[in-house]
């Protein structure tokens, strides 16, 4: 049995194969059910009681060597195979499902690659906010409905300490920390004690830019407008500016571009207007510019700022933002399919 062993081992040892079904063809000779291995296990019960210590120890390594060198040339063969086809045979053959991106970071990457390519660079702020930050740096009085309860929300134990209502406060800190001229970008979550709707929500996210020089003015902030509202909507599509009111800039606007959907004709989206509001902007008031230690005489600025969410409903037609929060996986993959 011992001879029958080291021949077999010395014909595994010197085994060579060129292609991988010569290697099947090995393994079935010598480890299948009725291969030679098997069949020398088989006859191990005549082996006499006082060489079945040896015998069995030899039967053993037989047979993992012979595994050992099926493994071997099988990985050797699958590996050159992988080199000249470029395919992983030993990867799943169930694909593997791509994700996709929230719409929301769709729409807030689009809108900051366009400012990036005039010179905007991102600033990021933290969420919870004092109310020098939120407020009074931003020329809001005391009794400003904004301050009101019904609006924010105020941490019950410090009700200087509050959940910030916009990302304009991180343009306070960019305005005290920053070196001129500034030219930021804020994109952030904010909150306001709302009920929610498909309108309305209570978290919801803004995008504002900011920039202060010397002699900037409201032609800037124009030339600026119309660049973002061409890139974003498409090449027609013009803007237009009516008066508004905001504390922290002096004048401003409500900005308004021509519906994408029916090109300025009309249509239910835009309520036979012709024009969809994106946006509120203005010149940083002088004020502003004092109690955050600027000189306003010798600088101005702009400021402008969009609810995400609202831009993303108008480019993609979604008309309840509450699909924005509810993580629907039959809403999410519609970004994925329309190769967005």
């Not at 037989?62 to 050797?76: F, R």
Request: proline share 4%; charged share 25%.
């Amino acid at each position: 049995m011992l001879d029958k062993i080291k021949n077999l081992l010395d014909e595994l040892n010197g085994f060579s194969a060129t292609t991988l079904e010569e290697v099947e063809q090995f393994r079935i000779k010598h480890l299948s059910k009725k291969g030679s291995i098997a069949s020398l296990f088989a006859d191990f019960k005549t082996v006499p009681n006082e060489e079945k210590k040896a015998v069995g120890q030899a039967l053993n390594e037989l047979k993992t060597v012979a595994m050992d060198k099926v493994n071997a040339l099988k990985e050797s063969f699958t590996g050159a195979e992988f080199g000249k086809s470029g395919l992983d045979l030993t990867l799943s053959g169930d694909p593997v499902k791509l994700g996709s991106r929230h719409p929301l970071s769709l729409v807030r990457n689009e809108i900051t690659e366009i400012f990036a390519r005039l010179g905007f660079t991102i600033s990021e702020g933290p969420e919870i906010e004092d109310d020098w930050h939120n407020f009074s740096a931003l020329n809001f009085p005391e009794e400003h409905p904004a301050r009101d309860m019904q609006d924010t929300f105020f941490i019950e134990k410090n009700p200087d300490v509050i959940l910030r209502t916009h990302t304009s406060s991180v343009q306070v800190h960019d305005l005290q920390e920053m070196e001129l001229p500034i030219r930021c970008l804020t994109p952030g979550r904010v909150f306001r004690n709302e009920a929610i709707s498909a309108r309305a929500h209570c978290i919801f996210h803004q995008i504002e830019a900011l920039y202060v020089d010397e002699k900037v003015s409201f032609a800037d902030l124009k030339q600026t407008l119309t660049y973002f509202a061409k890139e974003f909507f498409g090449e027609k599509t013009e803007i237009r500016l009516r008066p508004s009111y905001f504390p922290f800039t002096e004048p401003s606007a409500e900005v308004d571009v021509t519906c994408s959907l029916c090109g300025g004709k009309g249509c239910n989206v835009c309520k036979g207007t012709g024009w969809l509001e994106i946006l509120g902007c203005g010149m940083v008031d002088p004020n502003v510019l004092e109690l955050n230690g600027i000189d306003s005489k010798k600088y101005s600025g702009f400021a402008l700022g969009m609810g995400i969410e609202r831009i993303t409903m108008l480019k993609y037609g979604i008309k309840d933002l509450r699909l924005f929060f509810e993580n629907d996986i039959r809403f999410l993959e519609q970004f994925t399919a329309a190769g967005f």
